[in-house]
């Protein structure tokens, strides 16, 4: 049980820095100081964490309000990411718009 609220309070910490940047990448409008790489491996170490608690309920039967708060904010933090990855191609489409009409 604890490690379930310790892994839930981890996710959920990370899960308020996604609408921060998904705010500063609308904002911005520009792809710069931006890593796709470096938001691909979280965004795969979500998948991991959601296959985990798949694994957990299913083959080894775990439930519970906290267990379910947890997969909860798994999907949360996917979904986000996954926006702050789309915001990011673009912003860099409009990086490229702005360096094209820089340069006539």
């Not at 520009?30 to 170490?45: D, P």
């Amino acid at each position: 049980m604890i490690a379930e609220i310790l892994e839930t309070i981890m996710i959920l910490a990370f899960g308020l820095s996604w609408p921060l940047s998904i705010y500063k990448s609308v904002k911005s409008r520009t792809a710069k100081g931006k890593s796709l790489q470096f938001e691909f491996f979280i965004w795969l170490g979500y998948i991991a964490g959601i296959a985990m608690k798949f694994i957990q309920c299913f083959a080894l039967g775990k439930d519970g309000p906290i267990f379910y708060l947890g997969w909860v904010f798994y999907v949360l933090n996917f979904v986000e990411i996954t926006i702050d990855m789309v915001l990011y191609f673009r912003n860099v489409k409009l990086d490229k718009e702005r360096d094209a009409a820089a340069n006539k």
